[in-house]
C-alpha cells in the first residue's frame, strides 16, 4: 500500500498504524509530531490510528538547542 510520508511515496504494509509506520522508518517517537491527512494525531493515538492507502503523513521532529 502507497502513502505519502513528507513529500517522498512510501510503501507500508496494508493494516499498519502510526506506530508501525514510526517504526518501518527507524524514528525515534520521543521527539517527533505526527500529522495524517492534515490532523495531527496525539502520541496515545499512534497505535490505534491506522494509516490507509494515498494517506498523506507528516512527520516532524523537534530538536533542542540554546
Do not use: C, K, Y
Not at 490507509?52 to 521532529?61: A, S
Amino acid at each position: 500500500m502507497n502513502i505519502i510520508v513528507n513529500g517522498n511515496e512510501t510503501h507500508i504494509v496494508e493494516g499498519s498504524v502510526v506506530s508501525d509506520l514510526i517504526r518501518s522508518l527507524g524514528l525515534n517517537p520521543v521527539r517527533l509530531a505526527v500529522e495524517l491527512n492534515r490532523r495531527i494525531i496525539r502520541r496515545a493515538q499512534w497505535d490505534s490510528t491506522t494509516v490507509l492507502e494515498g494517506d498523506r503523513v507528516e512527520i516532524v521532529h523537534f530538536v533542542g538547542g540554546g
